[in-house]
Every structure is written in C-alpha cells, then in structure tokens.
C-alpha cells in the first residue's frame, strides 16, 4: 500500500465516464508530510521540497479526480500527460471540507475502498 493510503482516511472508486475509451477515478487521500525534510530544509523556506511538505501541513486531504484512456490503463504502460483526458487537482485543510466535496460529486465516504481494489492508476 502506498504511503499516502496509511492513514484511516479516504480511499478511491470508479467513476463513470461519458466515453467508453476512458476510465475515471475519483481518490482521496490524507498526505502526511516528510518531517525530516522539513527539518532538513528548515532554513531553505523557498526550497520546492520544503514547500511542498509544508503544504501537506496546512491542506492535508486531497482529493483527485482522473479520466484516463482505457488502452494506456489496460496495456501496462506507464501513462503520460497525454493520455490523461482529466486530471483534477483539489486541496482541503480539513477532512470534513474534504467530505463535503466528495459527497457533492456524488460518492458516498463509505463507497470508497483501498485504491488497489479499483486498479487505480
């Protein structure tokens, strides 16, 4: 299980596409941040890596929803920019503003599974 999935929060499901040549996801997650690279980069505050963990402290929950062609997904290859049709990005400082978004897309927390079970990319 990957790292970011340790947590009791969030999971993934399948969403339904308006194209048989593509798959969807919507996939939660609770990002935990690398405390020794922020203790590391503790005095490089405009260092990428410190701003990026230090942005796990401050929107944790983030909540992705992907449309990628089915061929790409099916084949094994590594997928690409190209091959993504959607790749939505959405950050959230608490799990219940998290939830609320989840649940406006239409899913359910509790429809929600380990990300392996819906072959998420």
């Not at 040549?21 to 260092?47: F, Q, S």
């Not at 799990?95 to 609320?100: G, I, R, V």
Request: charged letters at 35%.
């Amino acid at each position: 299980m990957r790292r970011r999935f340790l947590s009791d929060w969030g999971g993934a499901i399948r969403i339904p596409t308006n194209s048989e040549k593509y798959l969807g996801w919507l996939i939660a997650e609770k990002l935990v941040p690398n405390m020794r690279t922020l203790e590391v980069l503790h005095d490089c505050p405009e260092h990428r890596a410190y701003k990026a963990e230090t942005s796990k402290l401050t929107t944790p929950y983030r909540v992705r929803i992907i449309e990628l062609d089915r061929e790409v997904h099916e084949s094994g290859v590594y997928e690409t920019g190209d091959d993504y049709r959607r790749l939505d990005v959405f950050r959230f400082r608490t799990a219940e503003e998290a939830e609320d978004f989840i649940t406006a897309q239409g899913v359910a927390m509790s429809d929600l599974v380990d990300p392996r079970v819906v072959d998420v990319p």
